[in-house]
């Protein structure tokens, strides 16, 4: 999908690390929400409370996921599944554009 109809989007941004991962939060009518944002390349360590569904919409990353000792390389068109209550880690190549979806539990 390259278009979300009907939402409603909250001004203000998620800032991370010092200005170099950004997001804006986009709600669904539903009550689901998404991410939109852009990482600049560097290592990053991610904490998430709820369940998550990471689509890289372009750029280039390394992820490590809780329980693996393997890095596993993405780019444009892949997405990975993140648990809730975990951390994860991310070797960003390349500026970034993500979209990340929370799973309802």
């Keep these: 999908m390259s278009e979300f109809s009907d939402v409603t989007i909250v001004k203000a941004a998620n800032i991370y690390f010092d200005g170099k991962v950004t997001s804006r939060t986009v709600k669904f009518a539903d009550g689901t ?4 944002g852009i990482m600049m390349p560097g290592e990053y360590t991610f904490d998430t409370a709820e369940a998550e569904i990471v689509e890289i919409l372009s750029g280039k990353m390394d992820v490590k996921l809780p329980g693996s000792e393997k890095w596993r390389a993405c780019a444009a068109g892949d997405s990975f599944d993140v648990p809730a209550k975990v951390h994860f880690d991310l070797k960003v190549h390349e ?3 993500y979209c990340c979806s929370y799973v309802a539990g």
Excluded at 33 to 36: C, D, G, I, N, S
């Design 33 to 36: 929400r998404k991410t939109l």
């Design 95 to 97: 500026v970034t554009d």
